[in-house]
């Protein structure tokens, strides 16, 4: 048996614009980002000439409206590219999509002026974005978050702390939710707050086992005062526009999830059938051949599951369960495929020579991010049985 290449994932795409698209993605990620991610990922460096790029190409606003510089592509499709970004750098996919999270509050609930005015830079003008919402002592139960916005003739003036924030130090907006009124959900106002904000900050980035590329860092405003013509939605309609982002932002971690899985699983093919042990591949023997089978099995299952979801939204239809399953369902693949994938290539797997070691690393975050799998549970299960009695 001879050493087998990865080969491409078939993908089902709606239109031939889509199938171009996809080849354009994976020549970018073959050329750009995969040659240096394990390098640049061990130095805990961010690719921000990768993101100009991908901005430059159109690859920042898939999503979004053609009017304001956005792709106009389905969630089928936007999802798809996200997966071939993360399976080549995982802290290039999870990027674009917080970036697109980040870019969804005035795409979805600004004002027309607000996406004349912002989207188009956004989208396509080379900017990054961040979402900000987690708090130190508000993660899961985001409803209880402190940071407060107080009005002040035309201007709101914000003050607090968020946490964890992807891109928090290196983006160039972020999208906050701030309380201004009472305590609990319907005291939460949306706005766009520019890096560059007098009293913006961000601490040091956080040390952490795996996305070492990626900044991660709390956020801190200090009496940052930012026009009334920055507040997205309505007062109090902060929490809703949250959640909503949320919902979609899921499926964009369940693409880049299943993305992981997908290197890992070809990194084990390979290895498996070029590896010689007892004079044949190790591949040749059964219990590694039935890892593989299950391990391609689930990241099929995964990207069936997240994709059914994508075309549940891309009708209009409700897709909050089944978000909330896709992104349970993937990143619990890629946290088994991964395990597996080190198995597979033995004492090699655990070494920082091949691959699979930081697929295992970067999987683990993705079972926490944007709602961690124990609240996925708590949404699916409100969607069976209705809310928790109290």
Not at 109 to 123: C, D, F
Not at 137 to 162: E, H, P
């Amino acid at each position: 048996m001879l050493e087998r290449a990865p080969q491409p994932v078939e993908r089902q795409l709606p239109t031939d614009e889509a199938r171009d698209l996809i080849s354009l993605v994976r020549d970018i990620a073959q050329r750009e980002i995969a040659p240096k991610a394990a390098e640049e990922e061990d130095a805990g460096r961010f690719p921000r000439e990768v993101f100009t790029l991908l901005s430059e190409s159109g690859l920042l606003g898939l999503p979004y409206g053609s009017e304001y510089g956005g792709g106009e592509q389905p969630y089928e499709v936007y999802l798809q590219v996200l997966e071939e970004l993360g399976a080549a750098r995982l802290t290039v996919g999870l990027g674009v999509s917080v970036h697109t999270l980040a870019s969804y509050a005035v795409a979805a609930y600004g004002t027309k002026q607000q996406q004349v005015e912002h989207l188009p830079a956004m989208l396509g003008g080379g900017l990054l974005g961040a979402y900000c919402l987690s708090e130190p002592s508000s993660g899961s139960d985001a409803a209880s978050l402190r940071t407060k916005a107080v009005r002040d003739g035309d201007d709101w003036v914000i003050t607090g702390t968020k946490a964890w924030i992807t891109h928090g130090g290196i983006a160039d907006f972020y999208t906050v939710m701030a309380r201004t009124g009472a305590d609990g959900p319907r005291g939460i106002t949306a706005f766009l707050v520019p890096a560059d904000a007098e009293g913006l900050s961000a601490a040091a980035p956080e040390k952490k086992m795996g996305m070492k590329g990626s900044p991660t860092a709390q956020v801190n405003f200090d009496g940052v005062r930012v026009p009334d013509s920055r507040r997205i939605g309505e007062e109090g309609q902060g929490f809703a526009i949250a959640l909503s982002a949320l919902d979609s932002g899921r499926l964009g971690i369940a693409a880049c999830a299943i993305g992981v899985a997908q290197a890992a699983l070809d990194a084990a093919v390979e290895y498996a059938t070029g590896r010689q042990q007892f004079g044949r591949p190790i591949a040749d023997f059964q219990g590694l051949r039935f890892m593989l089978a299950d391990m391609a099995t689930q990241i099929e299952a995964g990207r069936a599951l997240y994709l059914s979801a994508a075309r549940l939204r891309d009708a209009g239809r409700p897709f909050a369960k089944q978000a909330a399953m896709a992104k349970l369902h993937c990143t619990d693949t890629a946290m088994k495929v991964t395990v597996d994938a080190v198995q597979v290539l033995g004492g090699y797997g655990y070494t920082a020579d091949f691959p699979a070691e930081r697929y295992l690393r970067e999987a683990k975050v993705l079972q926490i991010v944007e709602g961690t799998n124990q609240i996925q549970r708590m949404v699916i299960a409100r969607h069976l049985a209705g809310p928790e009695t109290r």
